[in-house]
């Protein structure tokens, strides 16, 4: 079931929500949003919106606020997200999203949040004209003990980075990881570092470092 309350204003320019207000319920799932703001009536469609929503799946809890602004024709537009939310096997989670979207690209500028104790950010490009994808993520402290049914504590510290060319199938890749402190064994703390590269002829090389030894493949 669900809820609708729309206070709308046609203007001679402009379109002016007021506020437009839903709600839906099914099963365990609760989502109730808002949406304020202006669109314009011409041929370039302004628009300046504010949408918010709430969303509850049992102990699961997720508030958003969300900035969209730029035009329609042509396709320009800038978004804006900040979201806060718990979930009872990993805790607590906030992130900030910065985005852009035009005709050439579609852009994350920047993603910044907390996981697990651990600061994650990163930034996407997708050039829609070259059919490719630049991607690069980072996370940092990311405490071990705190993943769901986790069988060791320490920290990981992850980073991605990635140039894809889809149309032309040329990837490149590298993923370094190190985890710090493992307590895998009962007299000292462990440190794990494993390298991944993917080559543009689709070699793929790993090397793990490992107080028992060095691997290479």
């Given amino acids: 079931k669900g809820r609708l309350d729309a206070d709308i204003l046609i203007e001679s320019k402009r379109l002016n929500i007021k506020n437009l207000r839903g709600s839906v319920i099914k099963d365990a799932l609760n989502v109730d949003w808002q949406i304020a703001g202006l669109i314009g009536l011409n041929a370039a469609l302004p628009i300046d919106l504010t949408v918010q929503t709430q969303a509850q799946v049992d102990s699961t809890k997720l508030r958003s606020n969300v900035i969209i602004d730029g035009t329609l024709?042509?396709?320009?537009?800038?978004?804006?997200?900040?979201s806060k939310g718990y979930e009872p096997s990993i805790g607590p989670v906030d992130f900030e999203?910065?985005?852009?979207?035009?005709?050439?690209?579609?852009?994350?500028?920047?993603?910044?949040?907390?996981?697990?104790?651990?600061?994650?950010?990163?930034?996407?490009?997708?050039?829609?004209?070259?059919?490719?994808?630049?991607?690069?993520?980072?996370?940092?402290?990311?405490?071990?003990?705190?993943?769901?049914?986790?069988?060791?504590?320490?920290?990981?510290?992850?980073?991605?980075?990635?140039?894809?060319?889809?149309?032309?199938?040329r990837y490149v890749a590298q993923l370094d990881l190190n985890m710090h402190d493992l307590d895998l064994l009962a007299d000292k703390p462990l440190d794990v570092q494993l390298t991944a590269r993917l080559d543009p002829d689709h070699r793929l090389e790993v090397t793990l470092d490992a107080p028992l030894g060095h691997l290479e493949a």
């Fill in 73 to 82: 024709m042509p396709l320009a537009l800038g978004v804006k997200l900040d």
């Fill in 97 to 169: 999203v910065q985005a852009s979207v035009d005709i050439e690209r579609v852009q994350l500028d920047s993603l910044r949040g907390t996981l697990l104790g651990g600061m994650l950010d990163g930034q996407v490009v997708y050039h829609t004209h070259a059919d490719s994808l630049l991607v690069q993520f980072r996370l940092q402290q990311l405490e071990l003990a705190k993943l769901p049914q986790s069988p060791m504590a320490g920290q990981l510290d992850f980073e991605l980075i990635a140039d894809l060319s889809l149309t032309t199938e």
